[in-house]
């Protein structure tokens, strides 16, 4: 029997109740192996994704009618493993396949417009997996921490957000929102490191530590912005993520789960087989 | 010692005088090893490029002044092994530092500019490695060859393409153009493996055989662009590529070589690292 799968991985879902301090960002729910051997664990489905990935592009490229895309938002504190997840998890996919987008402070063009304007721009292609490095989230996070728009405009925007990715459900993209969840002190580890090594100076912005004084009202925001957000078509996922490994092996099952739902097969042939091949011999 | 090299890889090189039936597209130039174990040639230099790929992007991010760029533009018949190259070469990079670009047919409105203007808006960002899946080079080889612009346009193409890539590698970006050189036997070889499985269909397009009829007109076009366009700054290298894992070889090799004559080191911390510990320490 396998140590994980897909069903494991969506039992990480928020659904009602939902409360941020419940989970352990050390823990690793409904992993039943070698803690210390998980590296290895994800391993196996790599040809799984692959094919899937291949298939989904495939019927793009033949427009197939009813393809849909992929799109994973990552949120998390800083450190808390977006890039990592990003290089070892997705980097393992066709990059012709992916979508990738990652969104810092806005623009003076972005600011001119809807918070969702610039997230609606970067959204994956038909046939694309999506991946959303923070996205238009930071908007109901950052932005009540530190009050960059006022409370009651927040406040409008989980319903925004909610109609949006229904919208986006809808029109055929399959959503998995990912919360990386560390604990503090794994941070604190994580930016000593990159005051340490000298190929992780240029990680190390000092800003990060002034951020760390807001720590619980970070975790306030994004209590309720998961809960608020979580819907059946455009699900949260709270990962712990602590032990790296694990939280890249939920991801990649995550995305399993998300193509197998697709139900595709390869597209058909639009063309007749045997003169294809008499004419080709005859060149 | 090593069975391949950088310098060997740029022996490739398209330099005065050359002419495309000199070069046997079975053949393997200045591989030292056992042809058969090709594919594992090449993994022993990921770890550098890695390396390096993250520098580039780290120089990036910290806006070192004079921070450059990498393109590789590839071209090469249909199923020379341009989407293998980037699944398999490409692929191997984090993917937070590539920009991936294919160019099919000019949408409208990019038929209304210049046919260098869909190019320049893809061209990759400073720090990271940008690849062109067919390029500017097709308004030279598909429009010879099919006259869809008249000769003498054509014929002022060449300059227009030295000029702009010579900006461009005025500008900091690294040009590796490469040219997948196959033989037609190995092009029928592929075709009818698109036609013996259900998984490869897709891929098919019957125009592909009609294209055979004109087999002698690219490879003359393809002679002429290379011979016209090839210069220090923006080199073309010829790679025989019925050997895929030896052309996904000289490739990796190619990108090496571009990265390491870049010089770059990693960013010094603008900050103070023994403050910042403090200040961490105290959070």
Redesign the interface.
């Known amino acids: 029997m396998a140590n994980f799968s897909t069903g494991d991985a969506k039992k990480l879902f928020v659904g009602p109740g939902f409360s941020l301090a419940d989970i352990s960002p050390q823990s690793t729910p409904h992993f039943k192996g070698d803690k210390d051997k998980l590296e290895h664990e994800f391993e196996e489905i790599d040809k799984e994704l692959s ?1 899937l990935q ?2 989904l592009y ?2 793009w ?2 427009k197939v009618p009813g393809t849909g895309s992929v799109l994973i938002v990552l949120q998390g504190m800083d450190t808390s493993g977006k ?1 990592g997840m ?2 070892h998890v ?2 393992t ?4 396949g ?1 979508d ?1 987008a ?1 969104f810092g402070p806005p623009t003076e063009e972005e600011k001119a417009h809807d918070f969702l304007w610039r997230i609606r721009n970067k959204l994956p292609r038909i046939g694309h997996i999506g991946v959303f ?1 923070r996205s238009h989230y930071e908007d109901v996070l950052i932005h009540r921490v530190h009050e960059l728009t006022p409370l009651e405009e927040v406040e409008k925007r989980y319903g925004m957000i909610r109609d949006f990715e229904h919208e986006l459900a809808k029109n055929g993209t399959r959503i998995i929102k990912v919360m990386l969840h560390i604990s ?1 002190e794994f941070q ?1 580890e994580n ?2 490191k990159r ?1 340490d090594r ?2 992780k ?4 912005n ?1 800003g990060d ?1 002034d951020e ?2 807001f720590w619980d009202d970070y975790q306030q925001a994004y209590e309720i912005a998961l809960r608020r957000t979580s819907t059946p078509d455009a699900p949260w996922y709270c990962v712990p993520s602590d032990n790296k490994p694990y939280a890249r092996m939920v991801v990649k099952y995550l995305l399993l789960d998300a193509l197998r739902s697709m139900d595709m097969s ?4 639009d ?1 007749d ?1 045997e003169t ?2 008499r ?2 011999a005859a ?1």
Chains 1, 2 share one sequence.
């Open positions: 094919e291949e298939m495939a019927n490229r033949a890039g990003i290089r997705i980097g996919l066709d990059p012709q992916v990738l990652a490095d503090p604190r930016l000593l005051l000298e190929d100076y240029w990680k190390f000092p530590i760390r004084a390869w597209p058909p042939a063309f087989i294809q091949r004419r080709l060149t």
